[in-house]
């Protein structure tokens, strides 16, 4: 068998399920995955996310109807089931019958999936543990998608590697199972398919394409990066709930520290409450956020990226990274059949 029809067996699972060319998912990033970027990813024969992070709902409907006036391709709705506008989100998805919908942060309820799924959608949701891979999948989710810390923006605490084992292999037989987290390569993405994965979800790499909003210097800021500059922001106390948002440190990631220590101290004399607290610390992100990507502040905006940034050093049109994904597999399919002299 030849790489190509290899390549085919390996990742038909994941062409199917999402309807595309190449299960390549572009990761849900707020303020970046808009109709725009989306539509380019779903064009090109990928998966395009757009991010619906806690925007306004007429916001997220409208960028729905735009991505569907550019294509006719499928494409995914990202929704934070923590965020406060979350159940005007989920009425919005289902009102304007999206065929993917994406939960991340927390876990959907069941009436929630089932609501869903009702209007012909398919779900998709983050597994952080077996634990709750399998709650997941008791609750009726369709497919899930495993990633590890060294994923930019908020993530778990697990590495890539133990989900495959935790995860991965235990389920692969069972539903549609997707892999992100310091994935820039086909290399990596050969590999992942033949442990088992139906596909890849990459960010890093599309947050700097051609198609991206992000700013020019934040673009830049990313090329220059060094794997190691991505880090993980930790958590000082436990009244403080923070989730780990991996960045590329600058003066906004002390800025974020300070933060959490005046907002534990007012916790501490009963002046907030830990929910209002926990309301702050989201609030920093997304404006942080947004002065990177659209102000183009590299020293104090929040620069969320993978570890995978280090293997990012050039900007590359949507098409172009999609196509250097597909070959580089290609090629890591042919040395491994190298290896083991078969056909």
Partial sequence: MNEKKFLEKLWEKGKD????????????????????????????GGFGVLAGGNSPAEWLADEIDRIHASTEKP?????????????????????????????A?????????VGVKATGAKTIAFASN?????????RGIDALIL?????GGHVGYVSLVVLLQQVLFKFRNRVPIFTAGGIATGQMAAHLLLAGASGIQMG????????????????????KAKAREAVATPQFHQALRVVPVRAIRNKGMDEFAELQMKLLKEIKEGKIS????????????????????EEGDVDRGSLMAGQSVGLVDK???????IEYITKGILGELKYIKSLVGSD
């Avoid at 595309?20 to 380019?40: F, K, Q, R």
């Avoid at 309301?279 to 992100?285: A, L, R």
């Fill in 147 to 151: 990633e590890g810390n060294e994923a």
């Fill in 105 to 113: 942060g927390s876990f959907p309820k069941d009436k929630e999936i």
């Fill in 204 to 223: 890093t790499i599309f947050a700097i394409s051609k198609e991206s909003r992000a700013h020019p210097e934040f673009k830049k800021r990313y090329i």
């Fill in 130 to 138: 077996e634990g709750s891979a399998r709650r997941l999948m008791s």
């Fill in 274 to 293: 830990r929910i209002d607290a926990q309301y702050e610390v989201e609030k920093f992100w997304v404006g942080a956020l947004r002065k990177a990507v």
């Fill in 315 to 321: 900007e590359m049109s949507v098409k172009e990274i």
């Fill in 75 to 103: 494409f995914g709705v990202n929704l934070i089931v923590i965020a406060p506008n979350y159940k005007r989100h989920l009425e919005v998805v289902k009102e304007k019958k999206v065929n993917f919908v994406i939960f």
């Fill in 17 to 44: 399920f999402l309807g595309v060319e190449y299960p390549i998912i572009s990761g849900a990033m707020t303020w970046i995955s808009d109709h725009t970027l989306v539509s380019a990813v779903s064009e090109a």
